[in-house]
């Protein structure tokens, strides 16, 4: 089956409802979130992963699924479009799933076997590399989802939507402050990204022949900046896999290696303010990872400002380019799978 899915860092879109999760009616938020809805109309995905969804309430008095087809509905997406979320995280700040109803059913199938490490729950990782583990807890635990095709029949796929820890040290700090702080929170986002890509490991072992898809902001790249080096090690290749287990690797669904200049990574998904510098840097942080099994067909990096490879992807990025700048400070990746 061939399937176009997406994924997309909506911006703290839990702020374009209100606290009874309704959409709000000011002109500012109606206008940010017609031009999100214009963004996916156009990327027409099968499947769309969300970060930085809307919130969950414990009590699900309101859940971020309802949210988000509350905004499908009232901006004119698909009808058949249908919202799944998974466990609420400790924020207000979701992760969440999109999918065509008539092509694809979508159900949150967390893995719960305590030896397993629940996604909801803390696990054990040794960061350090002492051999002592030290016990972690994702922020926003990684949305697991099970793909089956709308006429029913066998799992098509599985995927984790993932909204991996920041880098970004957002506290005014000394420096001594701010290495401590750089180094506490890359040794969380590796953390939390071993502890994903033990769960690939665990499906694609329990069965080789299935289609593992992750999907998220990773707050990371490919490349060797200062901490990677430092490490030895970069939060994507922990997802990617071992060189020792090539049958397991995750494979990038973006073609050509990135490649960093005087303005940062190109391609890329966002942008940040360097806190020393004050320069602006583009960055490659969203990404699309997929077994081998998956036949990549062709993908789109919706960055305006981006080249593109050819005239046909220029054209449609063009067409919303001003609801791309307006909608959020990523932009989404999409891709066109073929599953065997």
């Not at 109606?30 to 099968?46: H, M, S, T, Y």
């Not at 998904?269 to 602006?280: A, G, W």
């Amino acid at each position: 089956m061939e399937l176009n899915i997406a994924v997309y860092n909506m911006e703290w879109m839990g702020k374009l409802f209100d606290k009874n999760g309704s959409l709000k009616t000011d002109a500012k938020s109606l206008q940010r979130a017609g031009d999100l809805a214009e963004v996916v109309k156009k990327i027409d995905p099968d499947i769309l992963g969300i970060v930085e969804g809307p919130d969950t309430t414990k009590s699900a008095s309101k859940t971020a699924s309802k949210q988000i087809k509350a905004w499908a509905n009232h901006f004119g997406l698909a009808a058949e479009y249908k919202a799944v979320h998974g466990f609420p995280s400790r924020g207000t700040q979701e992760l969440c799933a999109l999918y065509k109803s008539s092509k694809v059913t979508l159900a949150h199938k967390p893995t719960k076997a305590q030896n397993k490490n629940p996604f909801n729950q803390p696990f054990l990782i040794d960061t350090n590399e002492e051999l002592i583990k030290e016990s972690y807890a994702h922020y926003r635990p990684p949305l697991e989802l099970s793909v089956k095709s709308a006429a029913g029949g066998d799992e098509l796929a599985r995927i984790i939507v993932a909204h991996a820890k920041s880098k970004g040290i957002f506290d005014r700090v000394d420096f001594a402050r701010y290495e401590q702080l750089s180094e506490r929170n890359r040794r969380k986002l590796f953390a939390e990204c071993a502890s994903i890509r033990e769960r690939c490991d665990q499906w694609l072992k329990d069965k080789p022949e299935r289609h593992v898809i992750v999907m998220g902001d990773i707050n990371d790249g490919f490349g060797k900046d200062y901490y990677e080096q430092r490490f030895n090690r970069s939060a994507v290749e922990i997802l990617l896999g071992d060189v020792w287990h090539p049958e397991l690797i995750l494979k990038s669904v973006i073609k050509d290696k990135p490649k960093v200049g005087k303005y940062g990574w190109t391609p890329s998904t966002s942008r940040y303010t360097d806190k020393l510098t004050d320069d602006k840097l583009n960055v490659l942080i969203d990404h699309i990872l997929v077994s081998q099994g998956v036949a990549v067909v062709d993908t789109t990096i919706w960055n305006p400002y981006l080249d593109q490879e050819t005239e046909e992807k220029t054209e449609a990025v063009n067409e919303i380019k001003d609801e791309l700048k307006r909608a959020a400070d990523h932009y989404p990746v999409s891709a066109v799978l073929e599953l065997p």
